[in-house]
């Protein structure tokens, strides 16, 4: 009577989704345990100031804190994405038989209850050909490797001799085969690496998907193989990237050294400018521009720059000016929610640790 009523094509797929919901539910549990790891370091670096960058240019003064939390918001919404698929796993196959359903009196309520799904698929046609939460599910894993992939990538630059950023201990690292000085970082090119998989596998299975007619072929075997690996490769990735996370040291001597090259904090000045002073933002940035310019020219930082200095580009300005270009104070001043003053930063990891 086991066989009764049912079909390799309906079974499969309850097989298949519900080991899917224990596959999300494990990813999960890894998303949210690499969050706990990536608190942990906000927690202790509030108060390291960095640049940030855009296009690879000294932006603004931030905390590394904020910066490291922002992995937390790519994680979470990961995460948010995982959620969301298992709401379309929760629709029970079992009962639609090979693709016509059954003219037997079955009850497909009462399987859904014990199978602990939400309610029966609505169109046996659909149900035996639909691989759209397998889909789902390799588009997650794919994101979620994105993200892995440029803090992987971030990672290396940061631990260049060029940027000096941060240093990986021994753990995460390996020898050269004939330079004995070198440590590399294999690690995260590990991960940077693996990325391309994921991909793979989720443009296989589109590509098997593109050109099947309605409904069940043999083509469709191969999604298990492909959410197989995948899954495999994304709790690894999560795993290692949380070694790497326990295992760097923050060059907090370096990252203020470089937020004080290249005038980070010479929106502050156009941004009082128009505060104070009432101009228009372009007038103020035209302002600020010119004391970059004279700044360069006399070789000097803008904290360095004289009151007569300033003065000289705009008489409305004072000694009140010079306080804006404290790297400190600039990160202060940025109270905007989602910005990144030290309160609001303490205010976010408290926010973040209620939902991990």
């Known amino acids: 009577f086991i066989h009764t009523a049912r079909s390799r094509n309906d079974q499969v797929?309850?097989?298949?989704?519900?080991?899917?919901?224990?596959?999300?539910?494990?990813?999960?549990?890894?998303?949210?345990?690499?969050?706990?790891?990536?608190?942990?370091?906000?927690?202790?670096?509030?108060?390291?100031?960095?640049?940030?960058?855009?296009?690879?240019?000294?932006?603004?003064?931030?905390?590394?804190?904020?910066?490291?939390?922002?992995?937390?918001?790519?994680?979470?919404?990961?995460?948010?994405?995982?959620?969301?698929?298992?709401?379309?796993?929760?629709?029970?196959?079992?009962?639609?038989?090979?693709?016509?359903?059954?003219?037997?009196?079955?009850?497909?309520?009462?399987?859904?209850?014990?199978?602990?799904?939400?309610?029966?698929?609505?169109?046996?046609?659909?149900?035996?050909?639909?691989?759209?939460f397998v889909l789902d599910f390799l588009y997650s894993i794919s994101v979620c490797s994105n993200h892995i992939s440029r803090f992987a990538e971030e990672f290396i630059l940061w631990n260049s001799d060029a940027f000096d950023l941060i240093k990986l201990k021994d753990k995460v690292v390996t020898g050269s085969s004939i330079m004995p000085q070198k440590k590399n970082p294999d690690t995260l090119e590990y991960l940077r690496g693996k990325t391309g998989h994921t991909y793979g596998n989720l443009f296989s299975m589109l590509t098997i998907l593109k050109g099947l007619p309605l409904s069940y072929f043999k083509d469709l075997q191969d999604d298990k193989e492909l959410a197989f690996k995948s899954f495999d490769q994304i709790k690894i990735s999560l795993q290692i990237m949380r070694e790497v996370l326990n295992n760097f040291i923050v060059n907090k001597k370096k990252m203020i050294q470089l937020a004080e090259t290249g005038y980070t904090t010479a929106t502050d000045l156009a941004d009082y400018i128009v505060r104070e002073h009432k101009y228009p933002f372009r007038k103020a940035y035209l302002v600020t521009s010119k004391i970059v310019n004279l700044a360069e020219q006399k070789g000097k930082k803008l904290n360095e720059l004289t009151v007569p200095e300033i003065k000289s580009i705009d008489k409305n300005l004072n000694e009140s000016a010079l306080k804006l270009f404290n790297l400190e104070n600039s990160v202060k001043s940025k109270k905007s929610y989602g910005g990144t003053s030290f309160e609001n930063i303490k205010k976010m990891i408290k926010k973040y640790k209620k939902h991990v």
Do not use: C
């Not at 296009?55 to 590394?64: D, E, G, M, T, V």
């Not at 994680?75 to 379309?88: A, V």
């Open 13 to 132: 797929i309850v097989d298949f989704k519900l080991w899917m919901i224990d596959a999300s539910n494990d990813v999960i549990k890894e998303i949210d345990t690499t969050i706990k790891s990536i608190i942990k370091i906000a927690e202790k670096n509030i108060y390291t100031i960095m640049p940030s960058f855009t296009h690879l240019k000294n932006a603004q003064p931030i905390s590394f804190a904020h910066y490291i939390l922002a992995y937390v918001e790519m994680l979470s919404r990961d995460k948010k994405r995982f959620l969301y698929n298992k709401e379309s796993l929760l629709e029970n196959p079992l009962g639609v038989a090979a693709i016509a359903g059954t003219s037997f009196d079955i009850d497909r309520e009462f399987t859904t209850k014990k199978l602990k799904f939400k309610k029966p698929t609505n169109n046996s046609v659909d149900t035996v050909s639909d691989r759209d």
